[in-house]
């Protein structure tokens, strides 16, 4: 099951790079093309399907804290998180659909914005929350100077992006709210970063081991989308072809590398649910068995 | 030659739990047949080994973070030529050591370490004080709390199964 599962999650986050960069492509040589119009948001149900199996996930795992626990609310956030992505590419697609991404392109698809800013609040709140049960056991606490000059990094990058001259996608809307909540997505990405930051000193304090490899790739997609979005709206950058192209592909790859990250921690559930199985049925042999990767572990490590 | 001891019969052996005729019958055989001395030479250093291992992490439990690691290391580098343990009555210190190898892939070494750290401060235990059975499952439910707040309640019932499972020589660690 495990095989299966990490190498169809692998799978699609090849698909959907590949799949994201070829509707940049479409899109550029025939804009106005029925496929170019089509195409706009044509990667939009593979991120979907990540993210309807992320909440499958994320719930599975809440399942496996005790209530009342700070990482069970904290799992709790991010299949909120999970949810509101879903709803936000679920609408995406719909209007794209119904023809009304074009039409209406400054109206009724600028609401995506409200399920795109909440997701990010669930996701900041979610690793604040996982943050904060590692800090209780004095993990992820001692920052280093590399920490710190990411985290004014991340700061920095704000008015590099508000004061842009590439307009977001919905800076016009109709809606002041949905214009509010477009300039305010730099913040929401900013603390979501520098939370990202806290995640990243926890993972390293971890050690290599199953948790921390789920975090990690948590980690890479938030540093992933954090880059496309400068690369967006980066003047002379954004204009590229082959970057725009490249940039596309990351976004669409890093949904699924989230995936990735909530399909390796349900996979280390699903492991210590089986060595509980095992040493029920035969604890001397699952001791000796112990024993054996001690010694190999050893070996190894010398 | 035949080899007739069996594992448990090894075991007892080495832990000088067996009668005298019986412990005489396989010093006899011992005697006789190459392969089981080479046998009784590995298990009788391992024996000899992780009790002197387990005297110097007792000490080394003031230094939990730094020492630890390396004295593991020196412990495996020894015992390893020796063989493995496999359903040997456990000190504590062996089995804390076991626990922590369990933890380790799955948490992160470090985790595993700073969860052993937070079990050790809730159970109030310190080194050089005697543990009775009640004490090491006071030990062993704080063990699995702490780690099962950070890998999920599967993990601490794996460490609570894996603990249980240990027939531990109650004593000073």
Same mark, same amino acid.
């Given at each position: 099951?495990?095989?299966?599962?990490?190498?169809?999650?692998?799978?699609?986050?090849?698909?959907?790079?590949?799949?994201?960069?070829?509707?940049?492509?479409?899109?550029?040589?025939?804009?106005?093309?029925?496929?170019?119009?089509?195409?706009?948001?044509?990667?939009?149900?593979?991120?979907?399907?990540?993210?309807?199996?992320?909440?499958?996930?994320?719930?599975?795992?809440?399942?496996?804290?005790?209530?009342?626990?700070?990482?069970?609310?904290?799992?709790?956030?991010?299949?909120?998180?999970?949810?509101?992505?879903?709803?936000?590419?679920?609408?995406?697609?719909?209007?794209?659909?119904?023809?009304?991404?074009?039409?209406?392109?400054?109206?009724?698809?600028?609401?995506?914005?409200?399920?795109?800013?909440?997701?990010?609040?669930?996701?900041?709140?979610?690793?604040?929350?996982?943050?904060?049960?590692?800090?209780?056991?004095?993990?992820?606490?001692?920052?280093?100077?590399?920490?710190?000059?990411?985290?004014?990094?991340?700061?920095?990058?704000?008015?590099?992006?508000?004061?842009?001259?590439? +307009?977001?996608?919905?800076?016009?809307?109709?809606?002041?709210?949905?214009?509010?909540?477009?300039?305010?997505?730099?913040?929401?990405?900013?603390?979501?970063?520098?939370?990202?930051?806290?995640?990243?000193?926890?993972?390293?304090?971890?050690?290599?081991?199953?948790?921390?490899?789920?975090?990690?790739?948590?980690?890479?997609?938030?540093?992933?989308?954090?880059?496309?979005?400068?690369?967006?709206?980066?003047?002379?950058?954004?204009?590229?072809?082959?970057?725009?192209?490249?940039?596309?592909?990351?976004?669409?790859?890093?949904?699924?590398?989230?995936?990735?990250?909530?399909?390796?921690?349900?996979?280390?559930?699903?492991?210590?649910?089986?060595?509980?199985?095992?040493?029920?049925?035969?604890?001397?042999?699952?001791?000796?068995?112990?024993?054996?990767?001690?010694?190999?572990?050893?070996?190894?490590?010398? | 030659?035949?080899?007739?001891?069996?594992?448990?019969?090894?075991?007892?052996?080495?832990?000088?739990?067996?009668?005298?005729?019986? +412990?005489?019958?396989?010093?006899?055989?011992?005697?006789?047949?190459?392969?089981?001395?080479?046998?009784?030479?590995?298990?009788?250093?391992?024996?000899?080994?992780?009790?002197?291992?387990?005297?110097?992490?007792?000490?080394?439990?003031?230094?939990?973070?730094?020492?630890?690691?390396?004295?593991?290391?020196?412990?495996?580098?020894?015992?390893?030529?020796?063989?493995?343990?496999?359903?040997?009555?456990?000190?504590?210190?062996?089995?804390?050591?076991?626990?922590?190898?369990?933890?380790?892939?799955?948490?992160?070494?470090?985790?595993?370490?700073?969860?052993?750290?937070?079990?050790?401060?809730?159970?109030?235990?310190?080194?050089?004080?005697?543990?009775?059975?009640?004490?090491?499952?006071?030990?062993?439910?704080?063990?699995?709390?702490?780690?099962?707040?950070?890998?999920?309640?599967?993990?601490?019932?794996?460490?609570?199964?894996?603990?249980?499972?240990?027939?531990?020589?109650?004593?000073?660690?």
């Amino acid at each position: 099951m495990r095989r299966v599962t990490l190498g169809l999650l692998w799978t699609g986050v090849m698909v959907a790079a590949v799949a994201g960069g070829a509707v940049r492509v479409v899109q550029s040589v025939q804009p106005s093309s029925y496929w170019g119009r089509l195409s706009a948001e044509g990667d939009q149900p593979l991120n979907s399907v990540a993210y309807a199996i992320a909440l499958f996930f994320c719930l599975r795992i809440t399942a496996d804290y005790g209530k009342g626990t700070p990482m069970r609310l904290a799992w709790m956030f991010m299949a909120a998180s999970c949810s509101t992505s879903l709803l936000r590419h679920v609408f995406e697609l719909g209007m794209v659909q119904m023809g009304l991404a074009n039409t209406m392109r400054t109206t009724l698809v600028s609401l995506r914005q409200i399920p795109t800013e909440l997701s990010l609040v669930f996701m900041a709140a979610s690793l604040l929350v996982m943050w904060r049960s590692f800090a209780a056991l004095g993990l992820g606490v001692r920052f280093k100077w590399f920490d710190w000059v990411l985290m004014a990094a991340f700061l920095f990058l704000i008015p590099l992006i508000s004061s842009s001259p590439v +307009e977001m996608r919905d800076s016009h809307s109709a809606y002041t709210f949905i214009r509010f909540l477009q300039s305010a997505s730099p913040y929401c990405l900013a603390v979501v970063a520098v939370l990202a930051v806290f995640l990243y000193r926890t993972t390293t304090d971890l050690g290599a081991g199953q948790l921390s490899l789920s975090l990690w790739f948590v980690l890479l997609s938030v540093a992933l989308r954090l880059f496309v979005m400068l690369l967006g709206v980066w003047p002379s950058l954004s204009e590229h072809p082959m970057i725009n192209i490249a940039s596309r592909g990351t976004f669409a790859a890093s949904h699924w590398v989230f995936l990735l990250g909530m399909g390796y921690r349900w996979l280390l559930t699903v492991s210590n649910s089986e060595m509980v199985s095992r040493y029920q049925q035969s604890a001397e042999a699952e001791l000796a068995e112990l024993s054996r990767m001690v010694m190999t572990t050893s070996r190894i490590r010398n | 030659m035949e080899h007739w001891i069996s594992p448990q019969q090894w075991l007892d052996f080495v832990d000088r739990t067996l009668t005298p005729s019986e +412990e005489a019958r396989i010093t006899a055989h011992v005697s006789q047949c190459k392969d089981c001395e080479v046998l009784m030479c590995g298990l009788m250093d391992w024996h000899r080994l992780l009790t002197q291992e387990t005297q110097l992490l007792r000490h080394s439990l003031v230094y939990l973070d730094v020492e630890i690691d390396r004295l593991l290391d020196h412990t495996l580098n020894r015992i390893r030529p020796v063989g493995m343990k496999s359903h040997w009555t456990w000190s504590v210190l062996d089995a804390l050591v076991l626990l922590r190898c369990l933890m380790a892939p799955i948490s992160g070494p470090s985790a595993a370490r700073a969860v052993m750290a937070v079990a050790f401060d809730r159970s109030g235990m310190t080194p050089g004080r005697c543990l009775n059975h009640d004490q090491w499952s006071q030990f062993l439910s704080n063990l699995s709390e702490a780690f099962g707040s950070i890998c999920g309640l599967e993990g601490a019932r794996l460490i609570g199964h894996a603990g249980r499972s240990l027939s531990i020589d109650y004593g000073c660690y």
